[in-house]
């Protein structure tokens, strides 16, 4: 996430879980425009919820099933908070690290929603000489309650380095991966919270602009990684992060931002400088992939996407070019 945000402003700087495959694929055609009106779970979600509070500019969100809310993050105000269908916002959490929380992901299963903490200059109260593009932090937070459970430094693994940490897919096993969009690094954080840097590679790196971005996993053991800058899609082996390889695809996805894995084999990919939702396919394990499909979304600086029951999908705007308030809407390819 944020890439869009750094090619607009520069001077600020200068910035899901996976289900059964036959449920989801009972959910890509739930996105086609052609949904039956029978559906009443498709007819009961709003087609865009947009936020009445001001200058939030959230980089993550995640849509809370059980409690029937959007979790979202805020690059300017470092709080996470909750958005529901009448677009009521609700603060969840806070903490005086959180300089600005960027990706999200909600690990259900073990009760933990996990928050990246970075700083671009963007949350004007909070950063400072010593964290301004020098801070990578995962936060990890209880969901219900808000509750901080952990705090952990990534930078501090490459402290000459520059720093902001993106994305967060979590496998099977708990282990959380974070990309680094400022240095061209995955960290992996295990359940015990342990951090190490799972991969290291001058591949990723952005040069003075975003490298890796989002990030998914996969059930098949590996995770599908998004290099902003040019748009490539990397698969690294969960078991061999050296012998990480690049997906091939004839369809530019520059400027790739956040990734939802709908099932094993179609991947939603925003390209927030393309101002587009690009569905992506592969029937070769992700050796290869093509575009099935895409959705626009106008000049609002799309950052990611996640999922909302088994057949909807929702694409964060953080901002629009008419209003700081941000918008939450329903793609349909």
């Not at 949350?123 to 000489?129: G, I």
């Not at 992700?286 to 106008?298: I, N, P, V």
């Not at 600086?301 to 308030?325: C, D, G, H, K, Q």
Request: charged share 15%; aromatic share 8%.
């Amino acid at each position: 996430m944020f890439s869009s945000f750094l090619s607009a402003h520069s001077k600020a700087i200068a910035l899901p879980r996976v289900v059964g495959p036959a449920a989801l694929a009972v959910g890509l055609l739930g996105l086609l425009p052609g949904c039956s009106k029978d559906d009443n779970t498709a007819a009961a979600s709003p087609t865009k919820i947009t936020v009445p509070q001001r200058a939030l500019s959230p980089e993550g969100i995640q849509y809370d099933e059980a409690n029937k809310r959007f979790i979202v993050s805020s690059r300017t105000q470092g709080r996470i908070g909750t958005v529901r269908d009448d677009s009521t916002y609700t603060q969840l959490a806070d903490d005086p690290r959180l300089v600005s929380t960027i990706g999200l992901n909600l690990d259900a299963t073990r009760q933990r929603l996990l928050a990246a903490v970075s700083d671009a200059g963007a949350n004007t109260t909070r950063s400072t000489a010593t964290t301004l593009r020098k801070l990578a932090a995962l936060a990890i937070f209880n969901p219900s309650s808000g509750a901080l459970l952990s705090y952990v430094d990534l930078g501090a693994l490459r402290p000459a380095l520059p720093h902001f940490a993106n994305d967060i897919a979590v496998d099977a096993q708990g282990n959380a991966y974070i990309t680094d969009s400022l240095s061209p690094i995955i960290y992996k954080v295990d359940a015990a919270g342990v951090a190490t840097v799972f991969l290291e590679n001058a591949q990723f790196s952005g040069g003075t602009a975003f490298g890796l971005n989002g990030i998914v996993y996969h059930p098949d053991g590996y995770l599908l990684v998004a290099k902003s800058t040019d748009g490539t899609l990397y698969k690294v082996p969960l078991a061999n992060p050296t012998g990480f390889t690049t997906v091939t695809s004839t369809q530019s996805l520059t400027g790739a931002d956040g990734l939802l894995l709908l099932d094993n084999n179609t991947l939603l990919v925003v390209a927030g400088s393309q101002s587009t939702v690009f569905r992506m396919a592969s029937t070769d394990a992700w050796a290869t992939t093509r575009a099935t499909g895409s959705f626009a979304t106008g000049a609002v600086s799309p950052t990611t996407i996640t999922r909302r029951n088994s057949t909807e999908a929702f694409v964060l705007y953080p901002y629009t070019a008419t209003s700081p308030r941000f918008a939450i809407t329903k793609a349909v390819f």
